[in-house]
């Protein structure tokens, strides 16, 4: 079963523009979530990370939402940069330390 | 600053073969992780260890596989008798074990394909 999931398998964004990419999960006990955005003939990089006691992180052009009651959180891209098109996966874990789940990404297209 | 490594970036072997990846994690850090990633699908995991031992596998961890982090530095994943499955790339991450939550830092795996 699939506790994280990302329902948009592709996204196209005119450079500039914001991209916001989207992320849901079922397990009430996960308490940290994460962002990786993955370059083809790579391993996935570190974006940025939300505690459950926040709602939004912010990191340069990168912001994370985190909406609790949903079950769902966000990563804003602004503004967009060609640089930016990867494949963006969404994580969550229940406890300090141990495995992530991950969603099954989102292909993220920025068109100069 | 060297990130995790691992070794071999592909590894192409017939069925029924034995093969072993290695893995080495950023210095610091004491959380090793495999994870299995196949065309579609985001990682999966497979099992930890904090320093040498380890804490939790996978229910996909069958009993062909096995890994290994003797010193608590370097890990080894070994598949035996390997199957048409088991084609996928596996991702070795690592990160600090403390206070907090922390981020796994990901090398760029090690594409297995199985003839």
């Known amino acids: 079963d699939q506790q994280v999931k990302q329902n948009s398998p592709s996204l196209s964004v005119q450079e500039g523009r914001i991209s916001i990419l989207n992320c849901d999960y079922t397990?009430?006990?996960?308490?940290?979530f994460l962002w990786y955005k993955k370059y083809p003939a790579e391993g996935p990089t570190f974006l940025i990370s939300?505690?459950?006691?926040?709602d939004k992180n912010e990191d340069g052009r990168f912001t994370v939402f985190l909406n609790k009651s949903a079950k769902h959180l966000s990563l804003h891209i602004v503004p967009s940069q060609p640089g930016d098109s990867a494949v963006y996966f969404c994580?969550?874990?229940?406890?300090?330390?141990?495995?992530?789940?991950f969603g099954t990404g989102t292909s993220l297209t920025v068109i100069p | 600053d060297t990130g995790v490594s691992q070794d071999p970036r592909h590894k192409i072997t017939k069925r029924g073969q034995n093969v072993t990846f290695r893995c080495d994690p950023i210095?610091?850090?004491?959380?090793l992780y495999w994870y299995r990633q196949t065309l579609g699908q985001g990682p999966e995991f497979l099992t930890y260890?904090?320093?040498?031992?380890?804490?939790?596998k996978s229910r996909l961890l069958s009993d062909r596989f096995s890994a290994e982090r003797p010193k608590g530095s370097f890990s080894t994943l070994e598949i035996q008798r390997t199957e048409q499955g088991d084609s996928a790339m596996y991702l070795c991450?690592?990160?600090?074990?403390?206070?907090?939550?922390?981020?796994?830092?990901f090398g760029d795996g090690t594409r297995l394909s199985i003839l």
């Open positions: 991450a690592s990160s600090l074990a403390g206070t907090g939550n922390q981020p796994q830092h």
């Open positions: 397990n009430s006990m996960f308490d940290y």
């Open positions: 939300i505690s459950s006691i926040k």
């Open positions: 994580a969550a874990s229940a406890n300090t330390g141990n495995q992530f789940y």
């Open positions: 210095s610091e850090h004491n959380r």
């Open positions: 260890f904090q320093n040498e031992a380890q804490l939790e």
